[in-house]
């Protein structure tokens, strides 16, 4: 089935939030924004930007009725900045006016002096001053330092990975207006919304109660509109509110790449041990991650880094040490694979630095130590219906990989300026929210008097088409077609409560929440149908849009059903709530079973570099990728595709560059280049694993958002590998592999 | 007053001339469908036709309402997502949703928008044109996987099209609706008017300008260079080409006379920008910009062009464009001069070799490019043209370089010795399109690879790089 919306999308109906039809009297938003890392602010002077004809009002903090707090996990992050600025970006002042382009002049009137602090950019130096957002955590199995000595073969070194602009091709923004009685409506581009309810009230100092939040669908956002949503929201609503008209506020693209925070960059020193028949004894790993100004979504990065540090093999010796360091960037957040990408790419690194010390392609390492059934994880996990070992070897069969290295070689071999490498990328990824208590949904359903369905969930529409997924889901329960069934948009005064659309989880928690209040209903309509039909209620099913009973036509329609369900006065809608079973996790102990499942896969990535010109081709990636029994394989197909695409941006060309005083120098779309459909590699497979899906998952239907985008981190070591072919000298792990490191790593004279 | 057809209604509107077609579409008409996703020209999300007439017919073409005035267009035909509407879905918006290539959906009416344009081209389709035409669209979820197999089956069905009359064939098949047959009629009754202040600033495409400061001309008092048809034209004549300064570079790759001296004309360009992009950004703004990577200044460096430019007062003189820039976006064109055209010799027997590396390979800034030009006589260099973008100040003519080699006898000694003399008269800086290192080595590397392209056979990498690497 096609993602419900695309209609509306190739016909340029679908609405986003900019295209919300204009109220009267509507006003103008333009957020000021420090301009520099670190300062306290001596002065700031409004007044010019006041007497700007147009200009209607210019707020603070000082405007704020409620708190100046809008930290969601730990209460350290100021909606405006008060006496001291923290990173570039951080808002000051809002101002607002009759139109965009006269609050967005009368900003530049704006005159604030600052008294320079000290700045600081770089997580290790932020370590090493103690500027911590919170105290190092440790996972560990076993004790490394206690099996050094019994290893065969030991190395250590340092890798560096950069971080990640989500570009969301719609930017961040909110449109409030107020309601009778002191309530608010909120629109924004989030994936959040009771995240927004709840920091709009606690700004305002109201009820979460007068406060209506209403998302349709979101143009991308990729965790970029998790935490950092809500900002703006909160802006726009403070405006609205005190002014008692509506206002906009939608950010120019520049005003997003500067003021809004990026994947997590990681600097990271690792320590591998290997048995002589190349089995991982031992790995300790030191993570610095680069958390910017405030703890934004930090903590629970740090933790998924954590998981995901052995990706998707069995090591008995393991010890995990991340450092979340406070530094002077806009908070960076929620990206896509959260922390899992830079957990992966430290053990993949390391793997590779065995491989190359040894003369050895990486994936014997990989494949001698591949997680097998039972396992533990080093999180206290026993690793159950694991899929790693059939999609590795499914890879090597399908993709005739061993063929494929050798006309490699042999390329290599008749090839001086033009080189090719490989790689081969497992991944395994837990699936569920690592804080535990986000692990439940609730649906609202309704069943209308003509037999067309209502449906209302926590889930955001982003693009992942999660709305078609859980139309599949009522149609499924109903037996009847998606036609007569509407995903209302989500809003939370008919899902209250909800956990962000995030995690990969959404489609799970919301779609099971969706079946239960599905299952409900047919229960009752299921005794109204075996009393029509003179059966007992488990004789009958709903199929075809038809009843059966006994798996025989009744004649009965669904239509007739609903018609006479509700004329007996039996209740036809039905709100439904669930939580996954059996997780828990200690966060002390670093102990516990925080994931539902695992999704599992194996990408081989080819590359060719110009030896001459010092640039590249990522040429082929194909996937042998574990959907469980996917109930759409074309949407989770193009979620894979999507997905691996931006992992290879990722490592590939899209290069975050800051300079000492914070400023973001990557600041528009010419200097902070995503894939185009050229850098698209030219064969792109994913075929699907044949493996029975996990309970927990939908329909058995396993969670795809996030997981494949770590297949992309494959491109990184193929380049490498392109380039080492002409330089062996090129040694170092930073990513990412810009044109600019391959030409030097090329042309890298030894050390 | 500025007059257009907008999809099939007439617009009459006094709006400022500086404001960018987007806002008007979106602002001012409510028409919801064309997105803003950067507007700086690179995410296509804001794409629109622009129809204009030509021989009593319309030419359409794709272009991006972000940075595209609306005194660009006056007297013309506007298409906007909304206006390809039919109770039926066009064959492309049809294959985007058979190949499941939309998922969030914000960059997709720009994706029909360039894919429509493509349908009213006037050459056969492939798959690649059809990539092509979409090279300036950045989807962000897809991984463009979806949208490659619905470009091929686009092709597929384009395959059939009706050369002798395409709109009727392209109205029959669905890809247009009914209105576009008069639309030729409706603009030709359009008078003409100027809508340009004689006084203003120059803008041509407006592809630097509205990047630089949309702003300041949503209001600004401006002289609109494509108000005059004398710019616009190409012409060959005695060995020589002259391209008029509100020339286009998709004009420059359309031209056939100009790819039998430039065969290679087609992949350089490709390299340069967008499809949208070249359709709007001109010569002499790309000149004027004075950009240290500006491509097209870069190709014309080394063919060693000379700028007509023309005063006020209808004075008129001409500076060799080596000698047109005098410091960092400092020129020789005077306040109120402006450039008519530019003129160069055509390489008849020279052979020619343009390079571009930049950290994406397409729609991107270079880090460094270079262009260059060499005359044989036997096996002595008589002419020799060097170009450098991205390792100076402004767009470098490596005068050095090009002395070093003239008049001598062309063997890899002597690259390697010129390779050295280059990064001896060479000034990089550093910043975010690489460290002057990295931009020493690349202009050294493209410098060698003029060499292997130009003379595959004589110079291999290996032979060359015999001489390099010993150094
Ligand atoms: C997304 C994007 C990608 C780009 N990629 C590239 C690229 O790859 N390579 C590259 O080189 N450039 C690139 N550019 C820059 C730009 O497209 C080119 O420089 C283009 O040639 C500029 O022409 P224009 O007509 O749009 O200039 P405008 O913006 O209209 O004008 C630029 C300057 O020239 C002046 N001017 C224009 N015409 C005249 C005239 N006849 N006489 C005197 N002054 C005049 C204007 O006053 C202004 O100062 C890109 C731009 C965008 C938006
Ligand atoms: S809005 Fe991005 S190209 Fe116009
Ligand atoms: S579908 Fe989201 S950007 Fe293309």
Request: proline fraction near 4%.
């Amino acid at each position: 089935m096609k993602n419900i919306d695309s209609k509306g999308h190739v016909t340029g109906k679908s609405v986003y939030l900019d295209d919300i039809p204009i109220r009267q009297n509507t006003l103008y938003a333009a957020v000021f924004d420090a301009s520099v890392a670190h300062a306290k602010i001596k002065s700031l002077d409004l007044s010019h930007a006041k007497d700007f004809q147009g200009v209607v009002q210019i707020f603070t903090y000082k405007d704020i009725p409620g708190e100046n707090q809008i930290g969601g996990i730990i209460p350290d992050e100021s909606l405006f900045a008060e006496d001291e600025v923290q990173f570039q970006g951080e808002p000051v002042a809002l101002v607002v006016a009759e139109s965009e382009a006269i609050a967005r002049a009368a900003r530049r009137k704006i005159k604030v002096e600052y008294e320079e602090l000290e700045v600081v950019t770089d997580p290790r130096e932020a370590a090493a001053k103690g500027l911590l957002l919170l105290p190092p955590t440790t996972f560990a199995m076993g004790h490394p330092d206690k099996r050094w000595d019994a290893c065969k073969y030991v190395f250590s070194g340092s890798t560096e990975m950069g971080g990640q602009e989500h570009l969301y091709l719609e930017t961040q923004g909110a449109y409030c207006f107020p309601q009778e009685n002191g309530n608010l409506m909120v629109y924004t581009s989030t994936q959040s919304p009771t995240a927004a309810q709840r920091s709009i009230a606690r700004v305002l100092g109201t009820g979460m109660h007068n406060v209506q939040v209403d998302v349709t669908r979101l143009g991308g956002a990729f965790g970029g509109k998790e935490d950092q949503a809500t900002a703006w929201a909160c802006l726009a609503a403070l405006a609205s509110s005190k002014l008692q008209k509506p206002v906009k506020l939608v950010l120019s693209r520049h005003d997003d790449l500067r003021m809004t925070g990026k994947r997590h960059p990681y600097s990271s020193d690792f320590k591998i041990g290997l048995s002589e028949d190349l089995k991982i004894l031992a790995y300790e790993v030191t993570y610095y991650q680069n958390g910017g100004a405030v703890n934004d979504l930090s903590p629970a990065i740090s933790e998924r880094t954590l998981f995901h540090t052995t990706n998707s093999y069995f090591i008995p010796d393991v010890k995990a040490t991340i450092y979340s360091c406070k530094t002077n960037l806009p908070p960076n957040t929620a990206f896509r694979g959260f922390g899992g990408p830079q957990g992966m790419f430290v053990i993949e690194s390391a793997i590779a630095k065995a491989a190359q010390e040894l003369n050895i392609p990486a994936s014997v390492i990989q494949e001698k130590n591949l997680l097998k059934e039972g396992d533990m994880f080093y999180y206290g996990q026993k690793a159950e219906q694991v899929n790693m070992r059939k999609s590795w070897d499914n890879a090597f069969r399908d993709f005739k990989i061993e063929e494929k290295k050798k006309e490699i070689e042999v390329f290599n071999n008749e090839h001086r300026f033009l080189k090719k490498g490989w790689a081969i990328m497992p991944i395994t990824f837990g699936i569920s929210f690592t804080a535990t208590f986000l692990n439940q949904a609730r649906a609202l359903v309704h069943v209308y008097t003509d037999g067309s369905v209502g449906v209302s969930t926590g889930a955001i529409e982003m693009g992942q088409a999660v709305n078609t997924k859980m139309a599949q889901v009522a149609s499924f329960a109903f037996g009847i077609g998606t036609s007569r069934i509407k995903l209302e948009s989500t809003n939370t005064t008919r899902v209250a409560n909800t956990s962000p659309t995030a995690a990969s989880a959404t489609a799970d928690l919301n779609g099971q929440a969706v079946l239960i209040a599905c299952d409900a209903i047919v229960q009752r309509m299921k005794n109204v149908a075996a009393d029509m039909a003179g059966t007992k209620p488990e004789e009958i099913t709903l199929k075809g849009e038809q009843v059966l009973a006994g798996g025989k036509a009744t004649g009965i329609s669904w239509e007739q059903l609903v018609t006479e369900a509700y004329m007996r006065r039996i209740k036809l809608s039905e709100a439904g709530h669930y939580a996954t079973p059996e997780l828990f996790f200690d966060k002390e102990k670093g102990k516990g079973h925080p994931f539902a499942y695992h999704v599992y896969g194996t990408a081989f990535v080819t590359a060719k570099a110009d030896c001459l010109r010092g640039t590249y081709e990522v040429e082929d990636v194909q996937i042998i990728h574990d959907f469980g029994n996917s109930m759409n394989l074309i949407i989770d197909t193009g979620q894979v595709e999507g997905a691996v695409i931006q992992g290879i941006g990722y490592v590939t060309m899209e290069e975050l560059a800051y300079d000492k005083t914070g400023r973001l120098l990557s600041n528009s779309l010419s200097t902070y280049k995503v894939p185009d459909i050229y850098s698209a590699p030219e064969v792109l497979v994913v075929k699907p694993l044949k493996a029975e899906g996990p309970k927990h998952a939908i329909l058995k239907s396993k969670a795809v958002g996030e997981p494949p985008l770590m297949y992309g981190l494959g491109a990184y070591f193929a380049i490498r590998n392109a380039v080492r072919a002409f330089n062996t000298d090129f040694d170092t792990f930073d990513s990412p592999i810009t044109p600019e490191k391959v030409l030097m790593g090329l042309y890298r004279l030894k050390k | 007053m500025i007059t257009f057809i907008l999809n099939h209604q007439l617009i009459q509107t006094d709006e400022p001339a500086g404001m960018v077609l987007l806002d008007f579409i979106r602002y001012k008409m409510h028409l919801m469908g064309t997105k803003a996703g950067c507007r700086e020209g690179d995410c296509g999300a804001c794409t629109v036709l622009e129809g204009h007439l030509e021989n009593g017919q319309v030419r359409y073409k794709s272009i991006v309402s972000c940075l595209t005035p609306l005194g660009n267009v006056q007297g013309k035909h506007i298409v906007t997502i909304e206006g390809l509407q039919k109770d039926k879905m066009s064959p492309i918006q049809q294959s985007i949703i058979d190949n499941s290539a939309t998922q969030c959906g914000f960059c997709t009416p720009g994706f029909v928008m360039s894919l429509t344009a493509h349908s009213l081209a006037q050459e056969a389709s492939s798959p690649q044109k059809v990539v092509n035409a979409i090279s300036g669209n950045i989807c962000r979820c897809t991984g463009y996987r979806s949208i490659k197999h619905a470009a091929a089956d686009i092709s597929a069905v384009l395959a059939g099209k009706d050369m002798k009359n395409p709109l009727e064939w392209l109205i029959k098949e669905a890809f247009l609706p009914e209105y576009f047959r008069d639309v030729a009629g409706r603009l030709k009754k359009i008078k003409e008017q100027a809508v340009s202040t004689e006084s203003g600033k120059p803008v041509a495409g407006g592809t630097d300008l509205y990047v630089q400061q949309p702003d300041v001309l949503a209001v600004a008092e401006i002289q609109f260079m494509n108000e005059d048809a004398s710019l616009q034209k190409i012409e060959i004549e005695d060995g020589f080409c002259r391209i008029g300064g509100a020339v286009t570079a998709s004009s420059i790759v359309q031209n056939e006379a100009l790819e039998r001296y430039f065969p290679k004309i087609k992949a350089h360009f490709k390299l340069i920008s967008s499809e949208p992009i070249r359709n709007m950004g001109t010569v002499a703004g790309n000149i004027v910009n004075a950009s240290p990577i500006a491509d097209l200044t870069i190709f014309f460096l080394a063919l060693d062009a000379v700028v007509e430019m023309q005063a006020k007062d209808g004075r008129k003189r001409d500076v060799p464009l080596r000698k047109f820039y005098t410091g960092y976006k400092q020129l020789v064109l005077q306040p109120g001069e402006t450039i008519r055209a530019i003129r160069f010799r055509l390489p008849e027997t020279a052979v020619f070799n343009f390079e571009k590396v930049s950290k994406r390979k397409y729609l991107d800034i270079a880090s460094v490019n270079s262009a260059m030009l060499l005359q044989l006589k036997g096996d002595v260099v008589e002419t020799v043209h060097l170009s450098a973008g991205g390792v100076f100040a402004w767009p470098f003519y490596a005068e050095k370089t090009a002395a070093f080699i003239r008049g001598k006898k062309l063997s890899p000694e002597l690259v390697s010795e010129a390779a050295e003399v280059l990064l001896s008269e060479i000034a990089p800086i550093s910043d975010i399109r690489g460290s002057k290192e990295y931009k020493s080595l690349l202009l050294r590397q493209l410098f060698l690879t003029h060499f292997t392209e130009m003379f595959p056979q004589q110079f291999t990498p290996e032979v060359l790089f015999s001489k390099i690497m010993a150094l």
